[in-house]
């Protein structure tokens, strides 16, 4: 009997000679020669072991791991050697670094290229003004083909090798990739590996039968397996269908987690996994540098439970991640899981998704502003902020989904709070049913049946922009502030940097209109971009609050790295945190000026310099902070 360590070894050995079993001698012999052969196979030494764990533990003895991993690994060679000169220095530059992405020089934006741009062109012309901002990343919002008419915005992908014709094409694509690496910019798109749409060439063949594509998707013949699953599935989108599934025309039901045209890949098929990889590869010799996965939480499925968050889907997303060290160790990974929070962070870690969305200090920046106390966000920062090192948050204010209340009803019951009726508290003030609320937002999906709801609607109407209210745009530089200085990526939703408002005609596009995110993705505003400079106008207030924290952030190591600690200001209005020991953050979530006592500032320094007023503040007396007002003082 082989040990483990024999086994891999052995394994190893077979893998590299099938790789090499398709060359002539003369080109094994200089392939094997080669720098690219033996970086690839440093990699694989290190890598490898890994890849075959996790694919262990997902396929255990599926005699089809072996087949599989020769096909995976001669296609990570192909694509490792196809890897541009360019990309292979980023690949040994971030594996020297892998702390590059919790640099305090990090700031994200992310857009639609057919709503902020046109198409990719439109989006290349937009680099100065990304530059003008500060970005260092950019999120360009799914743009691979997809059917016509509803694509759930482009997250029902048709080929991963093909642009949307009416953005430009894959030339285009790169080129635009290019030119941000120019700029010094990374680009983001989406991994969309849950699901691909129905018109995909492997739903299409799986449909028809095709061998060759079995198993490429969950299709049942009646509603007797989809019945046992849905007693324990959550409904991500009651309104578009009940349960998991969808009928097709032969009277077939597939598996459809979210919409009928999104049909979830069957990851108990080892060659699902292959085929994924593969468009993977594809990405990462694009140039994309980040990829961020979309429904983590999805891709395992099994009866009985809630087929979310289970162990194989992280040895699922552990084993691409090898891949890419292995293929394009430049390639990092987001992972968008949008659950309980004690989930959440299962995703990240150096071997799984380096960075992550936040979606609890998301969801918490907006219950702040509604309750006027910081008694949530405080305990999750304190308690659920700090994760492993190598990885961090990617801190956000809005995104083209709906605000779920993602708190735990565990944290919140500690303040005496019912999870349940804060959440329909919370629902109803978002959506202006609540009186003397400032928000104007739009309910997403509600559920009769369990009475849950989310919300929709941009960062200005959510804040109180919509109707002028005297304190949104501070409300806006508020969380915005938060996002910056809490360690890890800040993301900004393009669009908020200037106050953009709903896109009120959405639901007069008959592929829109069940949809009511599409309130939140409007075009483009030319006027208020251009009122930006402008600070007679809310716009260009937002934007020049905005422009200065990032160059305050830019430019100071105080907010390097992803990890705080919380100070507690014994003012329920006033959240404090702390960062490298160095600068201690404020701010004040109410519309009255609140006091922290000098008792409370006694183990700090006599006076500090306010980076955001640029002035020094007293810290051996009683200090006062403004309506809404931020601080970010120097303490060492
Ligand atoms: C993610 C996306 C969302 C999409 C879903 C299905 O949650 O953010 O917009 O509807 O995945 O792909
Ligand atoms: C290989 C496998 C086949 C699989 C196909 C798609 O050709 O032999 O079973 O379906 O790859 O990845
Ligand atoms: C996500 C989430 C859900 C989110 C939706 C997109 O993956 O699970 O809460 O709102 O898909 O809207």
Same mark, same amino acid.
């Given at each position: 009997m082989l040990s483990r360590t024999q086994q891999v070894d052995l394994s190893l050995q077979h893998l590299k000679n099938h790789i090499l079993s398709v060359y002539t001698p003369e080109q094994r012999k200089s392939i094997t020669q080669s720098e690219d052969w033996k970086t690839f196979g440093a990699r694989l030494q290190q890598h490898f072991p890994k890849l075959m764990h996790e694919l262990d533990n997902v396929y255990g003895s599926n005699e089809a791991v072996?087949?599989?991993?020769?096909?995976?690994?001669?296609n990570a060679w192909h694509s490792y050697a196809k890897r541009s000169r360019n990309l292979k220095t980023i690949d040994a530059a971030r594996e020297a670094d892998p702390d590059w992405i919790l640099s305090h020089k990090q700031v994200g934006g992310v857009c639609y290229v057919d709503l902020f741009a046109g198409d990719l062109q439109g989006l290349k012309a937009k680099i100065p003004y990304f530059q003008e901002l500060g970005l260092t990343y950019l999120h360009l919002m799914p743009l691979f083909q997809c059917p016509e008419g509803k694509s759930d915005g482009g997250y029902a992908v048709s080929s991963y090798r093909d642009v949307n014709p009416a953005l430009g094409t894959i030339d285009d694509l790169r080129e635009v990739i290019e030119a941000l690496h120019e700029a010094g910019i990374s680009a983001v798109v989406d991994f969309?590996?849950?699901h691909t749409s129905n018109e995909h060439q492997w739903? /299409?063949?799986?449909?028809? *039968?095709?061998?060759?594509y079995d198993n490429f998707y969950y299709i049942f013949p009646d509603r007797w397996m989809p019945d046992q699953y849905d007693r324990t599935l959550r409904e991500i989108f009651p309104d578009q269908h009940p349960g998991g599934f969808s009928q097709l025309e032969d009277g077939r039901w597939v598996w459809t987690t979210f919409n009928s045209f999104q049909w979830d890949l069957n990851y108990s098929n080892p060659w699902v996994f292959n085929a994924m990889a593969g468009e993977m590869m594809f990405l990462a010799n694009l140039g994309v540098d980040i990829l961020r996965m979309d429904a983590v939480a999805f891709i395992w499925k099994q009866m009985g439970t809630s087929c979310e968050n289970l162990p194989q889907a992280h040895a699922l997303i552990r084993a691409f991640n090898a891949v890419m060290r292995i293929a394009a160790p430049a390639v990092f990974f987001k992972s968008e899981?949008?659950?309980?929070?004690?989930? /959440?962070?299962?995703?990240? *870690?150096?071997?799984?998704?380096?960075i992550g969305y936040n979606p609890l200090q998301m969801a918490?920046?907006?219950?702040?502003?509604?309750?006027?106390?910081?008694?949530?966000?405080?305990?999750?920062?304190?308690?659920?902020?700090n994760l492993p090192e190598h990885t961090a948050w990617v801190n956000y204010v809005r995104s083209h989904d709906d605000i779920g209340w993602t708190f735990a009803d565990e944290d919140a019951a500690y303040f005496g709070i019912n999870g349940y009726d804060h959440r329909q508290f919370l629902n109803r003030f978002f959506v202006n049913h609540f009186d003397g609320s400032f928000a104007r937002g739009v309910p997403f999906q509600f559920n009769p049946a369990t009475g849950d709801c989310?919300?929709?609607?941009t960062a200005a109407a959510l804040a109180g922009l919509a109707q002028n209210d005297p304190h949104a745009v501070d409300r806006i530089k508020l969380v915005y502030s938060i996002a910056l200085s809490t360690g890890g990526l800040p993301l900004i939703y393009l669009g908020d940097e200037v106050g953009t408002l709903n896109d009120e005609s959405w639901h007069l596009d008959a592929n829109k209109a069940d949809d009511s995110r599409w309130a939140?993705?409007?075009?483009?505003?030319?006027?208020?971009?251009?009122?930006?400079?402008?600070?007679s106008t809310a716009a260009g207030q937002i934007y020049q609050a905005l422009r200065h924290m990032i160059r305050i952030r830019q430019s100071n190591k105080r907010f390097d790295g992803g990890r705080l600690l919380t100070f507690h200001t014994h003012?329920?209005?006033?959240?404090g945190y702390i960062r490298n020991q160095a600068l201690l953050a404020f701010g004040n979530f109410s519309e009255f000026a609140q006091t922290i006592s000098r008792h409370t500032l006694q183990a700090m320094p006599a006076q500090a310099k306010d980076l955001i007023s640029g002035q020094t503040v007293r810290l051996d007396q009683d200090l006062v902070l403004k309506p809404y007002q931020v601080m970010w003082l120097e303490i060492a």
């Open positions: 072996l087949p599989m991993l020769e096909q995976l690994l001669a969309i590996f849950n739903a /299409v063949e799986c449909a028809a *039968g095709n061998p060759l899981a949008i659950v309980h929070p004690d989930e /959440v962070v299962q995703y990240i *870690g150096q071997d799984e998704c380096q918490l920046l907006w219950n702040t502003l509604a309750t006027r106390e910081v008694n949530l966000l405080e305990q999750a920062l304190t308690y659920r902020h989310r919300v929709s609607g939140h993705r409007p075009r483009y505003n030319d006027a208020l971009y251009s009122q930006r400079h402008d600070d003012n329920k209005h006033i959240i």
